[in-house]
């Protein structure tokens, strides 16, 4: 958080210069970037300009209140942290702006600086925390997609080669089928050139028979 606190923007909103002086003295110190505005309004144009992490502002202020103030805020900055400042006599105010404007919490005046200091620190640092989950679960579901289009693509591939691999076996019968008819064929030409050749034998012995006996009678 030590390391973090220099990239912090917070906002004091305050129509009191006294409040804000305090504050600002409080936290300056502590390496966050501090912005301050003497009224709601002036606090919602500081916001259209400034990505601000956290706002510490006061319920009692004229023509905007703290609470409409915050709920203003919730509705279109809903990641800014929300602190409002109050005194004991805004109990129902205080009510309505945790109802309405889901205000982390609330602060007394006058404050403890330590409590204070220490409520916003934790504060941002829950905040952190909760970006840090969220962007580990986005980068959890991004690897699952991925993971998931990386099965599917080798399941292609697979089929694909298994494909391959059928097609090639068909292949290899249909040349052991040749093979073969080729063979068998090839011995019957074999054993007919057999009984050819023992015709001819046959033939010629005959004819060397019939040779010797006229040798003979002579």
Known sequence: MENNKNKMKLLFVDDEENILKSLRRLFRPKGYSIFIATSGALGLKILENEAIDLVISDMRMPEMDGATFLKQVLARWPDIIRILLTGYADLNSTVSAINEGHIYCYASKPW???????????????????????????????????????????????????????????????????????????????????????????????????????????
Do not use: C, F, W
Request: proline share 0%; net charge negative; glycine share 4%.
């Open 112 to 218: 403890e600086d330590y409590n204070l200091s220490l409520t916003v620190e934790q504060a941002l640092e829950r905040r952190n925390l909760r970006r840090e989950k969220e962007n580990l679960e986005g980068l959890t579901r991004q690897q699952n997609k991925e993971l998931i289009q990386l099965n599917a693509d080798l399941e292609s591939k697979v089929a694909e080669r298994t494909g391959e691999v059928r097609e090639a076996l068909l292949l290899l019968e249909g040349a052991h089928g040749a093979l073969k008819h080729e063979y068998q064929s090839s011995l019957k030409d074999y054993a007919a050139l057999l009984e050819e050749l023992k015709g001819e034998k046959k033939t010629n012995q005959s004819l060397r028979q019939a040779l010797e006996k006229m040798n003979e009678k002579s």
